[in-house]
């Protein structure tokens, strides 16, 4: 019989990022990570989109509020929060960063 595997090894803290692909999205504020999975990506596409059309968005789906607004200097910001994980992220980004996020999820039916 063999020995259960036991390792451990020395890690940091992530930056904040946000990661799209077709399986998910991931906003990640440094500390915390708020995931929507793929089921929900059409939703966040659309909650962007709002966001970046009328310069604010709050949207909720089952447990899962998205949303965010633009600022006067350029800055988008983004807030994701779900009922297992209060009490939520925000990311701070420049808006082409923002309109380009949206377009990687426009990718993905």
Known sequence: ???PLSATFTASVAEPFVHVDERAV???DGTAAVQ????RLRWVHETLTILLD???ATRTHGVHT???????????TVY???????????LAMPKERLIALRDALGTHP
């Open 54 to 56: 009328d310069g604010r």
């Open 66 to 76: 998205l949303g965010g607004f633009l600022g006067d200097d350029g800055t988008a």
């Open 36 to 39: 929507f999975e793929r089921a």
């Open 1 to 3: 019989m063999n020995a």
């Open 80 to 90: 994701a929060f779900t009922a297992a994980h209060e009490p939520g992220i925000a």
């Open 26 to 28: 991931v906003f990640y």
